[in-house]
């Protein structure tokens, strides 16, 4: 089941020791950093800078990889995240950027960030001001976007250099393809935290019928995968990244894990999303299996992927129309051949079926 960060379910399995952030990085993007909003008579943002670009089919080619950012009251960590784009090894990008009509000046340092850097192709819109999984699918499929690399971006965490190399090698220009790598959690003035990580099991689309275990900040599309998603349409579900994954994996996509870890994902108390572990995250937990929230996400998900059958395996269509319309839960659970990858959700989907709460 997924959590508050749109589905990051990580199980402690290997002990890994904190991770000091770099002398350099911390000096240059110290927590909760902000730029002064542009002086009056700056130039504003424009609409777009530069061309549209080239509608690359992979990871790499003459054309830039579209970093997609969502935002919303984002003003107090923003200017650090936006900081860190310019500290990519992979210099090619260019900013696209959906506001969810922040009032707490994340618009203006948006404006003032594109301002500095009119050589870059930077775009930035109003949201649909619907929550964060509508933010991020109004600008994965604006008509507006080039087809091409994506890489999505959280407001309020904090790059690591290689985050567009990482996400982009190995993606295959041809076929569609995703890729995820691993965070180091921080708390809110960016020093890394001790935790336990795993490695994460293989993803398969009958993992992402009942479980998301791709963290969304880390996801990095090819333009095939980009088509792939748009067929589905701006889908009404709960978490956009659990979305990509199911949609994906039933069209057959390509999904890599990287080992890399590619960003500082910050940890605060104003944040609607956090990572999915610990007592609070335990309660949350069961208090969506309790209340009936889980039946629901998955029900969102499923009706949203049946609705727009363009390019699912026959399979794995078939498999979420059993899922979704069987009376007979744990026949449904069965035949779908859905699972969760931890040994306790693997225990608990039955319990949920015959409780009709799956």
Not at 82 to 88: F, G, I, N, R, T
Request: proline content about 9%; charged content about 20%; glycine content about 10%.
């Amino acid at each position: 089941m997924p959590g508050p960060q749109g589905g990051k379910d990580r199980d402690p399995e290997a002990t890994a020791p904190a991770e000091r952030l770099p002398d350099t990085l911390s000096a240059r993007l110290g927590p909760g950093a902000v730029r002064p909003p542009p002086a009056p008579g700056a130039v504003p943002a424009a609409a777009a800078r530069g061309g549209p670009g080239r509608g690359m089919g992979g990871g790499t080619g003459d054309g830039p990889v579209r970093i997609l950012l969502a935002t919303w009251n984002g003003a107090r960590f923003l200017q650090a995240q936006l900081d860190s784009y310019l500290e990519q090894d992979h210099d090619n990008w260019a900013l696209w950027v959906s506001d969810d009509h922040s009032t707490d000046g994340t618009w203006e340092i948006l404006q003032a960030f594109a301002a500095r850097h009119p050589e870059r192709e930077i775009v930035l819109k109003r949201g649909p001001g619907r929550g964060s999984a509508a933010n991020f699918l109004s600008l994965l499929c604006d008509p507006e976007l080039p087809v091409g690399p994506v890489a999505l971006s959280d407001q309020d965490d904090v790059w690591r250099p290689n985050r567009l190399t990482v996400g982009l090698s190995m993606l295959d220009r041809a076929h569609p393809a995703v890729s995820a790598a691993h965070t180091v959690e921080t708390d809110a003035a960016l020093t890394p935290t001790r935790r336990r990580a795993r490695r994460l099991p293989p993803p398969s689309f009958h993992n992402a019928l009942v479980q998301n275990i791709l963290a969304g900040n880390t996801l990095t599309l090819n333009g095939p995968a980009l088509v792939a998603l748009r067929h589905g349409g701006p889908a009404h579900v709960p978490f956009h990244d659990w979305w990509i994954y199911l949609r994906l994996t039933a069209v057959g996509a390509q999904v890599r894990v990287h080992e890399d870890r590619v960003l500082y994902y910050r940890q605060h108390g104003s944040q609607t999303l956090g990572a999915h572990r610990g007592l609070i995250a335990g309660a949350q937990r069961m208090g969506a299996l309790a209340g009936g929230r889980y039946r629901a996400w998955v029900k969102q998900n499923l009706t949203a992927l049946v609705a727009r059958p363009e390019g699912l395996l026959p399979p794995h269509r078939i498999a979420a129309e059993r899922l979704l319309h069987d009376p007979s839960r744990l026949r449904a659970l069965r035949e779908s051949g859905a699972r969760r990858s931890d040994m306790a959700g693997r225990l608990i989907l039955p319990a949920l079926a015959l409780t009709r709460r799956m």
